[in-house]
């Protein structure tokens, strides 16, 4: 039918698994917003949500790395964490094969995408899925684009992935739903966790919130981690996004939490 | 030598409940699977984060060894700034460290 959400979200496994660090105030903000998000998100309707994340080697390294995947299971398993670690609780997560499928083969008409009849989710999609689905009910299709390990995709690469999905999700008869993960800046799981460049985040969601598609892609990977860090490079899910949506963005929250150690944001996008 | 086959060590064992038990009865014999200099292996079998994050290893991927090492966050920090104090700075990847030894960023 057509996209009819599109959101970007934190996904930094410390929002669950260090939870009780963060302030009273911070948290109730955060998790807030992500229970504001996950009522407009069923207020639209769904069939399927596709979760474009910034995976972190749970399921693709550098022996064959794909710039861009899509899953196309029937179940996905996750969180690929200790759910002690990271207090959220395994689950079987449905997929939908069929749905997948459609959608791949619409995308592939302009970008080459990976896809994946197995999938493990890690914090990237699990700790989204704890706030946006907690019964898990939801049908999930989940997407990567590589973040992690350079080479990384162009900025405009991402932005044409972003497309296709839009151009997919107006291809099937269902209601799609994105939503995309990422941090701004932040050196995550480094001795510099907690860094936060709020002027520089807050820039990008200047960029963001107006979909100034120039602007957007106006980020050379040495700048982003000098400025943003390696956590940085996650800007793509969020270009993605903003490409699929081509509206202009509501941010609902945005805090640098240092114990999170990212600058949790919540934001929503008009699509037209 | 091979950060890549250093990674991929703890990638399979980030993943796999099998070779996270074959780690725990025997980690220097989990090793002999990857070819490693003497220096990474030990770093393993010793569960030396600190040497690790300096071999450069990806904090996304050290971050689930830390944890099945049963560190706790601060800790598993700590370790990190230790090892770039005891063995110099981070010698490859992109995770080097970007603040002063001491400085807790998060307060952890």
Redesign the interface.
Known sequence: MTLVFTGVCSHA??IT??SE?ATQAQRDGLYGAFAEMRVALEATKPDAIILLAAE???NF???NMPAYALGMGAVYEGP???PE?LRIPKRMAKGDPDLSLRIIKEMLNSVDVAYCEEW?FDHGIMVPLHFLDPNNELTIIPGNINC???PLTPLHRAWAFGEAIRRAADAVPERIALVATGGISH?????????INEDWDRDFLDRWLANDKDRLLDYTDAAT?AEG??GGFEIRTFIAAAAAAGGRGTLHFYEPI??F?VGCTVATMEIV | MSLYTLSKLLYTLNRDDGAKARFKADAHAFTQDFVLTDEERQAIVNRDIGLLYVLGVNGQILMHFGALCGLEWSDYLQRMRDGVKDHGPVRAGIYAMTTGIDEKVAGA
């Open positions: 496994p410390g698994g260090r660090r972190h080697f749970a390294f550098m022996n690929i964490e200790d670690w493990q992690q390990g350079p050196w995550p799981a480094t001795p510099d966790s907690g860094r981690y860090g390696q240092p114990i150690a």
